[in-house]
Structures are given as C-alpha cells and as structure tokens.
C-alpha cells in the first residue's frame, strides 16, 4: 500500500524558522536551506530540474533558474530633467534574491513497509517556490506561489546530511535538515493527494474548507496505520 502525497513548508510559519534563517545577507557558519541548495547548484554537485512537472526529467541551469527568479534586464525610457528635456534610454537590471522564496513544495510516498508493520515516507523532491510577478515586478493578484525548480531528494541528502541547522531546543545537539526532513520537524499542508482528476485541493475546496480537506488526508493517513491492528 502507498499514497502520494504533495505538500507545501510555509517559511513563515514559526517551527520552520530554522529553514529560513539566517538570511541571505548574513555572514555566518551556517546556512539557510535555500543557500544550501544553491551554493550546491553553482558549484554543480547537485542538479536542478524544470519546473514544468515533477518528473525529475529536464535539468536546469544557473540561468535559467535565475531567469525564473526574476532576474532580467529591462530598457526603459527616461526623460531628462534639464533643458531640452530630451529622452533617453537606460536600463534596469532586476536581480534574483534567494531571500524572496517564501516556501518549499514537498513531493513524497507514504507506503506500508511489510518487514517492519508500520507506515513510513520516503521524500521524493523539493521545489522552492517564490510569488509570481508581473513585467513589472509587482507580485501578482492572489499570491500565487510557483516553483522555482525541482531538487531529487535523494540526490541532495548527503548534501542536507552534512549542513548543520540550528537547533532551539540544545545548542549542544547537532542538527542537520535530513534530521528536520526525516524526523517531520517541521510544519506543513496537504495540497494535493494522488487521484483520478490530477487535481489539487484548491481546484475543489476553498477557504476553511480547503484546510479542512488538508487535514482530513493526513488523518486518512494515521488512521489506516490504527484499523490495521485489533486491541
């Protein structure tokens, strides 16, 4: 037995804060989650794919990601502010900042493992997603959230394995985010399950009943595990 789930990690959301910081701007031992996949995508020990599916099919490069992010030059016609008042032309160029992801999609497997009679996950991808924009750079109407590009997590966990994060709880306990991703540290929502329609939650419940139907999924989840046992 096994479902497919996708889920989404709000960085806002204070259990992930550990996820999120330090920022970009910082100068620090330590990393946030989205410098430690790019810092490893640069230097191209870990591969990015499109963010057209969740296939793991179509490998990304720098540029294109950034191309993605925003980050595009732009010539504008400016007028000048002595006489003769003429214009001219100039250009803006618009730079991609990891600090504008605002989240991180989960695609992962919940299945029955026979040999040991107990539900577990096995993470599949990591997609950090950032707000839509128009020509203009103003986020869009609805803050739509769209991933940057896909990462297969099994390629990147010795990469997670080996990046410290910061622990609230002990400062003498070192965490890593594997241990954040295999522990279920962290805080998160069911957006879509596998089913017959391809559909997401949003395409069928709205509001309070969306998170509702959230919910209702990962307690489907829990309680499968339970009614296989008799007490």
Same mark, same amino acid.
Do not use: C
């Given at each position: 037995?096994?479902k ?5 990690? =709000? ?6 804060? +550990? ?9 620090k ?7 430690? !996949? ?9 591969? +990015?794919?499109?963010?057209?599916? =969740?296939?793991? $099919?179509?490998?990304? $490069?720098?540029?294109?990601?950034e ?13 000048r502010? =002595? ?13 991609? %900042? ?18 040991r009679?107990?539900?577990? !996950? ?13 020509? $203009?750079?103003?986020v ?9 590009f ?19 709880e ?17 805080g %998160? ?32 989840? $829990? ?9």
């Amino acid at each position: 037995w096994s479902k497919r789930i996708w889920r989404v990690i =709000d960085l806002q959301e204070r259990i992930n804060l +550990p996820l999120k910081f330090p920022s970009s701007k910082q100068t620090k031992d330590r990393k946030n989650l989205m410098d430690v !996949v790019m810092d490893a995508i640069s230097e191209g020990s870990l591969t +990015p794919y499109s963010f057209e599916d =969740d296939e793991f $099919t179509k490998p990304l $490069t720098v540029k294109e990601i950034e191309g993605r992010g925003g980050s595009r030059s732009d010539t504008v016609k400016m007028q000048r502010p =002595d006489p003769p008042y003429d214009e001219y032309d100039t250009i803006i160029a618009r730079e991609f %900042s990891r600090d504008k992801v605002i989240g991180f999609r989960v695609k992962e497997d919940w299945f029955f493992d026979k040999q040991r009679s107990v539900i577990d !996950v096995r993470i599949i991808g990591l997609a950090p997603l950032i707000y839509a924009v128009d020509e $203009t750079g103003a986020v869009r109407e609805g803050n739509i959230k769209i991933p940057l590009f896909w990462v297969y997590y099994p390629e990147a966990r010795r990469l997670f394995a080996n990046s410290e994060v910061f622990n609230r709880e002990n400062d003498a306990e070192r965490r890593t985010f594997d241990d954040i991703f295999q522990k279920r540290l962290f805080g %998160s929502y069911v957006y879509k399950e596998s089913n017959v329609y391809d559909r997401r939650i949003e395409d069928y419940k709205q509001g309070l009943s969306a998170l509702l139907e959230s919910e209702k999924i990962k307690l489907e989840i $829990t309680n499968f595990e339970h009614d296989m046992w008799e007490f």
